[in-house]
């Protein structure tokens, strides 16, 4: 069982890999793309480890927001509740993710602003404090 499972669009890769390294850095074990080898199914990959995850971070950016399959892990998260989004740009949320608040992180990796929110969220959601 993985702790993370991060949602990103391929076109923001290489903002995503300093995240992923940063929940990594506290000790979480972060499932993303990049743990998908070749030969098993990139569907049943994906399903597998949504399905099994403890918290799912979500990354809202202009690509993302456009992307089905961003969309679709966000509602597993949405509905298994252990949805923690992240905005990396001033793209809209999609509708029916603006409830639940968004770590801002608009300069990342340049800045850590809202990292902290992040993690925090994380690890609320891994405890069952989240609500």
Known sequence: MTDVF???????????????????????????????HAGPS???AIEEAMSTCRCMVVVWSRASVASDFVIDEATVGRERGILVPVQL???????????????????????????????????????????
């Open 6 to 36: 991060v949602s990103y669009a391929s076109e923001d890769r290489e903002r995503v890999a300093p995240l992923v390294a940063a929940i990594e850095a506290e000790g979480l074990e972060v499932w993303w793309d990049q743990h998908i």
């Open 42 to 44: 990139f569907r049943t």
């Open 89 to 131: 740009d001033n793209a809209g949320i999609p509708l029916g993710f603006r409830a639940a608040q968004a770590a801002q992180l608009q300069n990342w990796p340049d800045k850590s602003d809202g990292l902290e929110q992040l993690l925090a969220g994380i690890q609320a959601t891994l405890s069952g404090r989240s609500s």
